[in-house]
């Protein structure tokens, strides 16, 4: 075991780190997904990892991958896209949804994909971001929420937290790309946005209806 307590085999990213380095959303990402061929054990593993995200990565050649949380199945999520298109250094992954396109641009990596491939989110609008740093934790309710409130309006800036609210381990999740993308798309420009404790997501919403979104990805752990 390591610092992130993962077995062997296993590569543990930061995925939209800051300026800094610091921060970004831990990712688990198993390189050969047939080591866990069904869903059950899939499902098993990034439960016991307790990543906010696992990948299994299913053909690295042709980029399909697998994306668990620790409670389910998700058609499309952001930074397990951003940081396993970084690590298998891919331009296109392949999820039952659809191609998603990437692409390395300095110290960013970028994806490309559409609002609609996205799960539902709440997007809830704060009057400032002092507001959004000062929530104690989740706000009542049910379903997954993105608190977000302008930094510099004008500037593009945005200060955001997420709570996934459905009752797994995670409470607050630390950079949420999709959430970044269904943003863009709502307020039809480029963002951006300091998550979490300081993790940082660009976003940048193209003419056809999709929109990138990028970050910086480090090695944490190689497995």
Do not use: K
């Not at 610091?22 to 098993?44: F, K, T, Y």
């Amino acid at each position: 075991m390591n610092d992130y307590d993962v077995p062997r085999g296993i590569d543990v990213l930061r995925v939209f780190c800051g300026p800094d380095g610091r921060h970004g959303n831990a990712l688990g990402v198993v390189r050969d997904g047939r080591s866990h061929p069904d869903e059950a054990s899939r499902q098993l593993l990034a439960r016991r990892l307790g990543f906010s995200e696992t990948v299994f990565v299913d053909d690295p050649e042709r980029g399909r991958v697998d994306i668990h949380t620790p409670g389910l199945r998700l058609p499309f999520a952001g930074h397990p896209l951003v940081g396993t298109a970084w690590l298998l250094d891919l331009e296109v992954l392949e999820l039952a949804v659809g191609d998603v396109f990437a692409r390395q641009d300095g110290e960013f990596t970028w994806i490309t994909a559409r609002p609609e491939w996205v799960p539902p989110r709440t997007l809830q609008q704060y009057a400032s971001a002092a507001e959004v740093e000062a929530l104690p934790g989740p706000p009542p309710g049910e379903g997954w929420l993105y608190a977000w409130a302008w930094e510099d309006e004008a500037a593009g800036r945005v200060r955001a937290r997420a709570f996934p609210r459905r009752g797994e381990a995670i409470v607050e999740d630390e950079a949420t790309g999709a959430a970044a993308l269904l943003l863009s798309a709502r307020l039809g420009r480029a963002l951006n946005i300091t998550q979490g404790r300081g993790s940082q997501i660009l976003t940048a919403p193209a003419p056809d209806g999709t929109v990138e979104v990028g970050g910086r990805v480090l090695m944490a752990v190689r497995g």
